[in-house]
Structures are given as C-alpha cells and as structure tokens.
C-alpha cells in the first residue's frame, strides 16, 4: 500500500473526508499507477487540430509489379475543404435536387441539403480519425490520411 | 491567423511540355482589390437596377459567391498536388 493511500484510510479514518471522497481519490491513485507518489491526475493528451488531408499513391517498395505504377501525392489543407462545404450553400435548389437523384440512382441515398455549416467543424473533427491503408495487387499502396 | 497564398507553383512535364511557373499571388491580390475598386460604381449601379426590377435575390447570391471566393483563394496555402505518371509530371503548390 502506498503512502497516499495510507492518508487517504487515516483521513477517512478521522472522518475528515466522505466515503465518496476517499473512493474518488484512491480512484485517482489507480489511474496513476505508473507514477509511484504523484497524485495529480495525468493531464489526458491535447490533440491538436487536423491541417491537411493527405492522399498518396505510392508503389509498395515489396511488389516487383511496383515499376509501373503512377505516383501521387495530394495534400489538401483542411480550411481549404471548410470552404467547399460552404460552397454547397451556393448551388440553386434545382441542381441539388438533381445531384440527390443522382445520388439516388448511385444507391446512395443522402441529401445534400442536410449539409449545414454547423455540421462541418464535427464533420473534420470527424475526419481526423481517419485513416486509410490499401496495398492493392498492381503494387500501389495507397493511402488517405490526416496530418496535424 | 491564417495568412493568404503568396506564391503558386505549377510545374508540367511531358512530351509536348516542360514548363514552370512561378505565380505572385502577392501581387494579384492587391491587382485584384484595385480592380474591384475601379469597378464598384458599375457593380453599384448593376445592384441598384437588379434590385428595382426585384432581383434582390441575385445580388444576394452574388455577394456569397465573392464571398466564398475570396474565403476559397485565402484557404488555398499549403494545397500540393503531386502527379508523376511514366510520360507526365504535373505539380502544383501553393505556398
């Protein structure tokens, strides 16, 4: 038992701090567990706003078929897609009325309309979590990303 | 702060061509600004006749696509699109 959680029991003891209380900061005391003697809680990691969203094809350096393949390298900062979301504001009701039916008849059943310039700080947010990773069998590794 | 685009970068090889281009967005910007400003009373007087035959709406919708212009050409710094193919290269940066 650790010295904290040893005045933690006296101090609960003593009746000077609740049962709750006790239970919230040994609580605490696990969650540091890798920090024998500290008892401040770890500030949780502060991640810092995505930048740019990258696309890259690149030729998987382990494919012998890898020669042939083209390479390409977007990066595409992310104010830049804030302000192509605003641009939907922009098209006539009766081209979007078009574009869902296209949409439609893709199977894909999405309004456009529903885009609203609230939604698209969680819609980028949304996009930092995003990551993909796909080795094909022509020898391309393509890749689609957020960079901080 | 986001700062606007100073400088754009395109750069085409192939065959045919082999060029690059180095474009002072510094300079247009201002170029662009001077323009608007030597036009603003024939714009004005474009708005005053749309709104008196009441296509205010236009106007309106004109206003948010300059908006959304200028919002778009500011937002543009750091975009790099890099294409290299086995005949062409294609690469544009804005910095």
Redesign the interface.
């Known amino acids: 038992m650790t010295e904290n959680k040893k005045k933690i029991l006296e101090m609960l003891a003593d009746k000077k701090i609740s049962v709750d209380d006790a239970y919230r900061l040994l609580s605490v005391i696990e969650s540091d567990r890798g920090q024998p003697g500290d008892t401040t809680r770890a500030e949780p990691e502060v991640k810092s706003k995505p930048k740019y969203l990258r696309v890259s094809v690149m030729p998987d350096p382990e494919n012998e078929r890898a020669e042939n393949v083209d390479r390409v390298n977007v990066r595409v900062p992310m104010s830049l897609i804030r302000a192509g979301i605003k641009l939907t504001a922009l098209i006539p009701p009766e081209a979007l009325d078009k574009v869902n039916g296209a949409l439609k008849d893709k199977g894909i059943n999405f309004d456009v309309r529903s885009v609203k310039p609230e939604d698209i700080e969680e819609l980028i947010d949304a996009l930092a979590e995003l990551e993909v990773d796909v080795i094909s069998g022509r020898g391309e590794k393509v890749r689609v990303f957020v960079e901080r | 702060m ?1 700062w606007p685009p100073t400088l754009m970068h395109v750069k085409i090889k192939n065959e045919k061509a082999n060029f690059g281009l180095w474009l002072p967005l510094f300079l247009l910007f201002p170029l662009a600004l001077v323009v608007l400003i030597v036009l603003s009373p024939i714009i004005l007087i474009a708005v005053l006749i749309l709104c008196g035959f009441g296509r205010g709406r236009w106007v309106w ?1 004109g206003l ?2 300059l908006k ?1 212009a200028i ?2 050409s ?13 005949r062409d290269i294609v690469q544009v940066s804005v910095i």
């Open positions: 986001n919708w948010r696509c959304v919002v778009s500011w937002a543009l710094r750091g975009l790099k699109v890099d294409v290299q193919t086995r």
